[in-house]
């Protein structure tokens, strides 16, 4: 079997700091491409059930639309993915301030979050893997956010075609932190996503407000269009006439991910027509945010001249849940001076080793 590998090549450069694309190949068909300039996952190339290969992710052509104003195209999300309520939070007596720049909110860190940095690069290789470990000093202050913030993000891409993404991070002040990766899937390469199939590991989500901060409580999702339980073609939960996808334009919102007892549990599973390709999220967050790219308006285009359209796409984004720095009763993202936070999202492609059908879920050992 042929050994994976890792290197680079220069992508350009943002005031005057050199940006690399990071390609690792696993050696076995599935190609990860990796931007130095926001951690971003550029492409992700696999193969079909004929082997015919292309990428699942959209993404952009070239530094400069990355540089430019876009909706997170494959970008790390940080410090805080998702919002907070006003762009603010109150942490040990003291009320932090974060740039409201979405409707009155704090979203994905504020307009100059971690997917407008350039990260640091480090090569790693084992016998059936290839890594590239991000790494990200964020100074005490920044974007409203207490305490220097010292983060890793590590791409690996093993021989089985799965891809994991580890987050660590650690700080010298009490500070929140919540990161994610904002991938949009497409794994068919269709005018839009509409025929592919969605299945979501929970049985509660969070309804929101028409500026997307959660309204209160949990919700069980049994009986509503949030009822994900079994693969269902998204077209059908897309066409529902409910005030909650009325609020948003479609899905953007958390699901609260179903408790196994294990560490590593899958959130969700993606399916293309025909199940050609298959998608699995596996994760150790307590949450999943699906966005169905309600937003995006074909103003953006891939390398191709393909422009990116509204549901021409879905995020499957990993992460605590928005808005938890004002909500004491949901699991915590308060991070210590001494501790380490650390959270494994991994994306495994099942159609690569084993057949299509959906079976029972095993929990990860």
């Keep these: 079997m042929p050994r994976p590998t890792v290197h680079h090549t220069p ?67 940080g410090r805080y ?19 409201a720049n979405d409707h009155g909110h704090a979203l994905h860190g504020g307009p100059d979050g971690f997917h407008a940095r350039v990260w640091d690069a480090t090569p790693e290789r084992t016998d059936d893997s290839v890594s590239v470990r991000l790494s990200l000093h964020s100074p005490h202050g920044d974007m409203g956010f207490p305490g220097a913030l010292d983060t890793t993000v590590t791409y690996t891409l ?13 700080t010298d002040r009490p500070t929140v ?10 794994l068919a390469g269709d005018a839009d996503i509409l025929g592919h199939r969605l299945q979501v590991d929970a049985d509660s989500y969070l309804p929101v407000d028409g500026e997307g901060i959660p309204l209160g409580p949990q919700t069980e999702v049994h009986d509503t269009p949030f ?12 066409a529902v006439d409910d005030a909650q996808l009325r609020e948003v334009g479609g899905l953007d919102h958390c699901w609260i991910v179903r408790d196994t007892g294990a560490a590593l ?43 990116h359209h509204r549901h021409g796409s879905v995020c499957l984004e990993t992460q605590h849940l928005p808005d938890s720095p004002n909500r004491p009763d949901w699991p915590s ?21 084993a057949p ?3 079976g029972p879920v095993v929990a990860a050992p």
């Design 356 to 358: 299509t059908a959906p």
């Design 81 to 99: 993915a998702n919002r907070i309520a006003h762009g603010r939070f109150t942490l040990n007596g003291t009320e932090h301030h974060i740039p």
């Design 333 to 353: 993202t308060v991070l210590r001076p001494g501790e380490t936070r650390h959270s494994r999202t991994e994306l495994r492609f099942p159609h690569l080793t």
């Design 158 to 170: 093993d021989t089985t075609g799965t891809l994991a993404l580890d987050y660590t991070s650690v």
């Design 227 to 238: 009822d994900l339980t079994q693969s269902t073609p998204l077209r059908d939960r897309l």
């Design 265 to 307: 549990r899958r959130a969700a599973r993606l399916t293309a027509p025909h199940a050609a390709r298959v998608l699995e999220v596996w994760t150790t967050e307590p949450g999943i945010q699906v966005y169905t790219a309600n937003q995006l308006d074909g103003s953006h285009t891939d390398g191709d001249g393909r422009p």
């Design 11 to 77: 992508f350009g450069s943002v005031r005057g700091t050199q940006a690399d694309l990071w390609t690792l190949d696993s050696g076995t068909g599935v190609l990860a491409e990796v931007l130095t300039y926001g951690a971003t996952l550029h492409r992700l190339t696999v193969p079909d059930t004929n082997g015919a290969a292309a990428s699942v992710v959209r993404s952009l052509p070239t530094l400069g639309h990355y540089t430019a104003e876009h909706p997170y195209f494959g970008s790390v999300i």
């Design 177 to 186: 932190v919540n990161l994610t990766n904002h991938a949009y899937f497409d």
